[in-house]
């Protein structure tokens, strides 16, 4: 983890350092590397002020706090504050992972295992019926924006094809379309 501590109209002991630096320690368990940290500390008229912005590969954490005692206070509650965001993130990439609770996820077709086979012809199970709306990529990119199950299907407007448009892991969107 990369840190750096900047002081704006104050000095950095090296005891604010020191306990900076072992608390952040405790976040790198919950962030992926490439870990880089900010905290910036000042002073505001009677308000001590601690800032912090860590940066890592899934996303980033943002917080300030302040307190009117002292310096470390503010940090004790930035850090807290940013550890708090990084266990939360921390939870939704593993409950992701997991896959989400029955009423979250998308209903399949479930076959019988020993359907399969034998000379026995598979049975469908479960189905479910999707609304399909006229729409351009677009707008089926602003759909996919609110959408739980990670894709979206279509017609396209122009041509009256059915689409789909999917979440792909890297964030960006996949378009699948037929000839």
């Keep these: ?17 020191q306990r900076a630096e072992k608390k952040l320690g405790k976040l790198d368990k919950f962030l992926a590397e490439p ?30 706090e302040q307190a009117e005692g002292n310096l470390f206070e503010a940090l004790d509650l930035v850090l807290d504050n940013a550890a708090y965001q990084a266990r939360r993130a921390a ?18 077709d479930i076959l019988e295992s020993d359907s399969v086979g034998g000379g026995r012809v598979p049975q469908v199970i479960e189905s479910t019926h999707l609304q399909i709306k006229p729409m351009t990529v677009e707008e089926a990119a602003l759909a996919l924006e ?29 378009l699948i379309a037929p000839e």
Excluded: C
Aim: charged content about 35%; glycine content about 8%.
């Design 1 to 17: 983890m990369k840190i750096e501590i900047v002081g704006r109209n104050v000095p950095v002991e090296d005891r604010l350092r």
């Design 35 to 64: 870990v880089e940290a900010r905290l910036t500390l000042s002073l505001e008229k009677h308000l001590h002020v601690a800032e912090i912005y860590v940066s890592h590969r899934d996303g980033s954490l943002r917080a300030r």
């Design 146 to 174: 609110s959408e739980e199950n990670g894709f979206v299907v279509f017609r396209e407007a122009g041509s009256q094809r059915v689409s789909v448009l999917y979440r792909r892991k890297d964030k960006n969107y996949g």
């Design 91 to 108: 939870e939704r990439q593993k409950d992701g992972k997991r896959g989400r609770g029955a009423d979250h996820r998308w209903p399949l």
